[in-house]
């Protein structure tokens, strides 16, 4: 949902000065539109120091937002939850988005927690997702990141009730959005896209229309869609270690029941002290795969997906003159 608020108030003035219903619903709205008319206005955004990954001090409105289109996180580094799966799955957006990222939109995540959250800690975090020093993760002082967090619409108390969108601004039309690292990426990457007023008019409606239905490769298994989305960020199947394992022959080396069992609640086996799940954690340190939620159905629709793909990978790889034809 983008808001203008400017257009949004013209209109009213018009349907205001046509009809007296205009009327009595522009009283209702006035406040609210007003009211978020000036809170983009100058010195609406902190400018209070922050302290990058890289231990920079910086201020938080020169020196980050300024005249830039941002993609906003809040997250904190001990979070086992859901969390990481937002830093994943932007992970994906800023391959998506290619040259432009940190060119033209600029990645920034800052930690809630961040008496925890030194700088060393989130360059750590950052480097387990294999992200580089363009995109800012920050902490700093308490009442100042709280400030932030404030003003971004970030006011949750505990940190495992705090919010998992991400908030698009562009400091220059003063646009924001709120929007979800859980849906399509080349949706999201679209949505990055037109808070710029220039790529906004260059996308042709029909490019919009088919924005979401760009699919990764040709399988169309009910297990798919889930494993791209909840999976994607941090594996591959047959393409390398990503933030966790790469998954290809997972069920050769893992008994399905082991596999039903991790994948439904991880946390459960690391507490119970399931030996090849302590072994992972310990591979893994930096990030723990967070219970996603899954029925069983869903984790055995993933598991038949990932079966399927690793039987097409080597399909592929024995018959070396198959011509590709998937992207
Ligand atoms: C936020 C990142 C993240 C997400 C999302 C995630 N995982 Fe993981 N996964 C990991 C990490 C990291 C490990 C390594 C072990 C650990 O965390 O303790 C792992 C381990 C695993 C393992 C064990 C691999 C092995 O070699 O035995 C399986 C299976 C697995 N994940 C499946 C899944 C599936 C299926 C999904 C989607 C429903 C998923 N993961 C989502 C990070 C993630």
Avoid at 109 to 122: A, E, G, W
Wanted: glycine content about 6%; overall charge neutral.
């Amino acid at each position: 949902m983008r808001i203008n608020v400017a257009s949004l108030a013209h209109f009213w003035r018009r349907a205001a000065a046509s009809s007296w219903l205009a009327a009595l619903v522009m009283f209702v709205f006035t406040g609210i539109t007003q009211a978020a008319e000036t809170r983009w206005k100058e010195g609406y955004i902190p400018n209070v120091p922050v302290v990058t990954q890289d231990g920079r001090t910086l201020l938080f409105y020169d020196d980050v937002m300024k005249g830039r289109i941002s993609i906003i996180s809040f997250i904190y580094t001990s979070c086992r939850d859901i969390c990481p799966v937002v830093t994943a799955r932007l992970s994906q957006l800023e391959d998506n988005l290619g040259d432009s990222a940190g060119r033209d939109y600029f990645f920034v995540s800052i930690s809630i927690d961040p008496l925890n959250d030194t700088p060393d800690k989130l360059k750590e975090y950052s480097k387990a997702f294999g992200i580089g020093s363009r995109w800012l993760f920050l902490t700093g002082k308490a009442q100042d990141i709280e400030l932030i967090r404030h003003r971004l619409g970030e006011r949750s108390r505990a940190l495992t009730e705090h919010r998992n969108e991400v908030l698009l601004f562009n400091d220059v039309t003063g646009e924001w959005e709120r929007n979800s690292a859980f849906g399509d990426i080349n949706v999201l990457a679209s949505a990055v896209r037109a808070m710029d007023p220039v790529q906004r008019a260059a996308l042709r409606p029909t490019e919009q229309a088919n924005a979401g239905t760009f699919v990764d490769d040709p399988l169309n298994l009910p297990g798919q869609a889930l494993f791209l989305k909840t999976c994607g960020g941090c594996h591959t199947i047959g393409r390398g270690n990503r933030v966790g394992p790469d998954l290809q022959g997972i069920s050769t080396r893992r008994s399905r029941d082991w596999l039903t069992a991790y994948i439904m609640k991880p946390e459960k086996m690391r507490a119970s002290k399931d030996p090849a799940a302590l072994a992972l954690a310990q591979k893994y340190p930096e990030v723990r795969m967070p219970n996603l939620g899954l029925s069983e159905f869903d984790s055995s629709d993933v598991i038949a997906y990932i079966e399927a793909m690793t039987y097409a990978r080597r399909a592929d790889e024995s018959t070396p003159h198959a011509h590709h034809h998937h992207h």
